[in-house]
Every structure is written in structure tokens, then in C-alpha cells.
């Protein structure tokens, strides 16, 4: 599905990512954890196409996007529910589903939003509102339902729980788990690594730029490195 | 009575001019954040390239036509030759070259175009109707009239089609909107053409009456970007609002005091106002929930 070799980024002249090699296969949960500022969210910005990569590739179900313009990965069937949710503040809660559906003009796009409905009732209901009155928690669910309205079958997640209740953070997960059964790929990316872990099929731990270690999800949480730095155990 | 009647009629036909102009920078600005100070120029392209085709021997209505396509093609000109490739330099750094670039199309016109004052014809006719004792032009109604379309039809725009709503992600999170697949700086592109068009035809429609000139792009775009201000720069109610406030000041002073102050009074009024409210008389506190 998502096949990411020697990928190198930078902000200037500080390389944020040196080569970072990555695989997520069809129907997958695959994680990336690790702790602030390791790279993480750069990473996700490359796979997107808002950040350049300057070196290394991206292929994406057979075909290289290293250098395919963001707006056009998401019409390949590459969304992402981006880190501090980055919704449309100034539009109503229905405008914003539907400008995730911008790609797509067919009465499916109807079906689409009853479907985000039921994975989050709550939307539901504040679907005339401002996005931006929502709460953080809400705006998430914004955030992941906008993502959905592309019609991905590859969703990269940043950071759902972030700043999250721990009430609501079980909640958008369990929302994310069952995107598996969907159809979608999934990778996501968190600092909660216990959580993410616990969902996921596999992972990566990522540290300054670099992917460290790789695996299993359940010989991470058993491994004692992962343990003593990400895990808190 | 009729005096202030009167009054009114001239201080709208001109508000409504100035409201086209401030709803130009609006677009853009929206858009991009970008104050386009060529935004007069716009105006004055509308006005001269009609000249020229009518005297040229093209009906009137082509010539306004094709003057709003030729504007609109400028202002996405000057988009992809001048703020494009700036993109990521400061907001300064831009409006300088904004200004540069009404320098630039100031001194093309005068060399494509001439140095001298122009007017077309009414749209229909040259005489003034009288309503309550005061003389309307015809042409003031033909202005007031398609101002109140042009904001109608925009506002359908931006509400109603997807593009329009597009365009407004696209100003409210660019980043996002990437993500759910607008092509932004595409959006970018069509809010320049139409902001362009839209100061293009407010030169169309009012040239009969205020006639135009190479240099006329330059008053414009200050009393454009003031009225704009006024009415809180990004809100197009603010742009109408502040467009025909500003126009009733100048003619309610020029009328009751003298025409020498009316800029001055049309100034003070503003100071006062953003005194009072930084943000503009539709400025709404930034508050956004994380």
C-alpha cells in the first residue's frame, strides 16, 4: 500500500528526517511512536506532499508521489486527519465534511456523511454549528470524519488523542480500530505509544529523525526499551 | 429636504464604487492574505480598456465585456508573474510588490492607452430623473444596481457552489485544505481573476460618471483599502458597509461644508472608528478553541 524508502526532509538546513524507511501493507494499523519532536509529524507532512522530501521515495500503490503535489495524493486515495485537527474554523460542521468530499461530486458523497454520522453521532447534531466552536474533542472527530469524506484507502492519523480527555481518547480510538474493518489502512502516529500500540498490527519507534526499532505491536509493548522509554512501565 | 436627497444619490453611486474596490482587496486578501494595492488599477483597466474598444467602433456592452476578461487575465497575470513566485515572503515584502505592480500597469496604460480623460456613454441615457426634487443620473442607478448584484452574485458564490466554499477553506486553513485535495494555489489564481473582474466592472459601471484617466487607480485603491479597513478588511459586508459610508461622509461634507474637507472628514471618521474598534466596525474578536 505504502512504501516509504531512505526518506530525508529539512527545514532549511536542519535535515528533520535522515532517512527513514517504512511499510504499511493493505488493511493494516500501522504505528509510529516516539517522543515530541522526533520527527513524526514531519514524516506525515512528506507522506502528505506539504512538506518536501529532498531525498529518498514515496510509493503509493505502485506509483512514486515523492514529488506528486499535495492536492492530487488525496485524489489518489491518501488522507490525512492532521496534527491539531486543522479544521475549518470559520465554516459550519457540514461545510467541512463536505469540503472533504471536494474531490468527489456524486450522490455517494450523502451516503459519506451519514456514515461519519454514525461513527460520530455527536456531529450530527452540531452539523449547522461553526466548526470552531466545537470542542477539542469534538473537533477531532471532525478532523478524522473530514479525512474519511476523501474516500482514503490509506488514513494518516496525527496525534488523535492529543490534548484529549482520557474518556474521549478511548473513544477516538475505538473509532479508529473500527476503521479497520472498513476498509482503510491506517498509520498512525502518536506520543501515547501504550495506546497506539494496543491497537495497532504493527510499529515503529521513532527517535530524532530516525526509525529505531520495528515490529510486531505486541513484541513492542513486550519490548523492555520500548518499555522504560515510551511505555512508562 | 431634496438637497440631502440628493446628497445621498451621489455619496452611494460613489460609495458603491468604493465598496467594489474594498470588496476586491477583500477577495485577495481572504485568499492569500495579501493587501493588493493594485486593486485600483483594476479599476481604471475596467474603465480605459472600455474607452478604447468603444472608440475603437465595438458596441458598448462587448467592449465592457471584454475590458472585465482582459482585467481579470491582468489580475491573474500579476498573481503567477509577481505574487506567486514571492510566496512565503513577508506580508511587506508583498504589498510592496503590489504597489510596484500598479506602478507598473500605470505607466503601460498610459503608454498603450494616452495621458487624457476619458468617458463612454451612459448605458441608457444622460438625462437626469427627478425623484423628491433631487436629480438622479441614470447611470447612478445602473451603479448602485450592479454593485448590489456583483455582492449578490459573490455571495451566492461563496455560499451556495463548492468552489466558492473551497476558496474560503482555503483563506480560513490553507494547510488543510491541501489536505482534503483544493488545489490552493489554483484558488489563489481565481481570487486575483476575480477580484480583478470585480474592480474592472465597478470601472465599467462608473466611468460615465466619474470619468477615468491613466492615473485614476491610485485614489481608488486608497479609498478602496480605507473603506475596507472601515468595514473590518476580510468581511465583504464590511467592504459594502464601509464603501457607502465612506461615500455618504465625502458627499455629506462636500455638500453641508465644502468639498475641500471631504476627504479629510471622510478620514477623520475613520481614524475615530478604528480608534475606537481596532478591528474594524465588523471585526470579530479571533477566539478559537483548541
Known sequence: ?????????????????????????SGEIVTVVGANGAGKTTLLRCLSGVQPASAGSIVFRGDDVTRVAAHRRVGLGLAQSPEGRQIFTTLSVEDNLRLGAFLHDDPRVEQDMDEAFALFPILRQKRRQLAGGLSGGQQQMLAIARALMTRPSCLLLDEPSLGLAPIL????????????????????VEQNAFAALNIADRGYVMETGRITISGEAEELIADPRVREAYLGI | MYEFLQFVSSGMTVGAVYALVALGFTLIYNASDVVNFAQGEFVMLGGMTTVFLYDAGTPLWLAAVLAVMITA????????????????????????????????????????FDKQIHRFPAFTGEDPITV???????????????GAA????????FTRSVIGKAVLATANNRLAAKLVGINTTAMMTLSFGLSAAVGALAG?????????????????ALKGFAAAMLGSMGVPAGALVGGLLLGLIEAMTAGY???????????????TVLFVMPRGLFGRAVAERV
Not at chain 1, 8 to 17: D, P, V
Not at chain 2, 132 to 146: N, R
Not at chain 2, 150 to 157: A, D, H, N, Q, R
Not at chain 2, 208 to 214: A, D, E, G, N
Open chain 2, 257 to 271: 461644508i465644502s468639498s475641500d474637507y471631504k476627504d479629510a472628514a471622510a478620514f477623520i471618521v475613520i481614524l
Open chain 2, 73 to 112: 487575465t491582468v489580475g491573474v497575470l500579476l498573481n503567477k508573474l509577481a505574487v506567486e513566485p514571492a510566496r512565503g515572503a513577508s506580508v511587506v515584502s508583498l504589498i510592496i510588490i503590489t504597489i510596484g505592480a500598479s506602478i507598473f500597469l500605470r505607466g503601460v496604460a498610459q503608454i498603450v
Open chain 1, 1 to 25: 500500500m505504502l512504501s516509504v524508502k531512505d526518506l530525508r526532509s529539512r527545514y532549511g538546513r536542519i535535515e528533520a528526517l535522515h532517512g527513514v524507511d517504512l511499510e504499511v501493507k
Open chain 2, 132 to 146: 423628491a426634487g433631487a436629480a438622479i443620473l441614470p447611470q447612478s442607478l445602473w451603479v448602485l444596481m450592479g
Open chain 1, 169 to 188: 481518547v478511548a473513544q477516538v480510538l475505538d473509532v479508529v480500530k473500527s476503521l479497520k474493518s472498513l476498509g482503510v489502512t491506517l498509520l498512525l
Open chain 2, 204 to 220: 465599467v459601471l462608473a466611468t460615465p460618471i466619474t470619468l477615468t484617466s491613466y492615473d485614476v487607480g491610485g485614489g481608488l
Open chain 2, 150 to 157: 456583483i455582492f449578490g452574485v459573490l455571495y451566492l458564490f
